[in-house]
């Protein structure tokens, strides 16, 4: 592989081993790549405490340098005006600090599927999603999980709305699946 992300809720804290440890991958003939993101709560607004039900998550990921810079920036703003453990921004902090990064959204924490939880339409959540698509243009993607049977339910109601979003407003898609690790 030629490059491998991680992307930690509310912060970068992996980004130091995990840098060196691609660094220690790489030699003369093959360098991996260490892409460094984080996952935080997506708001409409951040100064309306009505909006704060429906907080979901966004993924951001860092392309270049001024990316990486304005990363830290969002999360330091996210975690200072956010919720104890729920940081949070809206689209006018993703406006000021766009440059360089890369957004992804989807799946069942994601802000689309809590507007759909508390009742909120289609076309408030598509409205959302063209505006972050004009921010960043053809660096917006939306998210399908491919998850196990047991949770298919959740994935396919939020999957079928993305489907129709990519559709009808020309976004790329990218496929994930996740797994998580008991605790000892």
């Known amino acids: 592989m030629p490059a491998i992300a991680i992307t930690d809720y509310n912060g970068i804290y992996c980004f130091p081993p995990f840098y060196l440890a691609a660094k220690g991958v790489s030699d003369e003939n093959y360098t991996l790549k260490a892409v460094i993101g984080v996952e935080l709560g997506l708001v409409e607004d951040m100064n309306n405490f009505q909006f704060l039900k429906y907080i979901g998550n966004i993924c951001l990921i860092a392309m270049t340098d001024e990316g990486y810079s304005n990363l830290r920036e969002i999360i330091t703003i996210a975690n200072e005006e956010g919720l104890p453990r729920k940081?949070?921004?809206d689209c006018h902090i993703l406006e000021k600090y766009h440059e360089g990064l890369v957004i992804f959204y989807g799946g069942i924490e994601s802000w689309c599927y809590a507007m759909?939880?508390?009742g909120e339409t289609y076309e408030k959540i598509k409205t959302i999603h063209e505006k972050i698509?004009?921010?960043f243009g053809e660096n917006c993607y939306l998210e399908m999980t491919a998850q196990d049977e047991n949770e298919i339910g959740e994935y396919k109601k939020?999957?079928?709305?993305?489907t129709t979003l990519a559709k009808e407003t020309q976004t790329k898609c990218i496929i994930n699946n996740?797994?998580?690790f008991p605790e000892a």
């Open 178 to 180: 996740n797994y998580f």
């Open 116 to 118: 759909t939880l508390n």
């Open 87 to 89: 940081p949070k921004i």
């Open 158 to 162: 939020i999957n079928n709305i993305i």
């Open 133 to 135: 698509q004009s921010i």
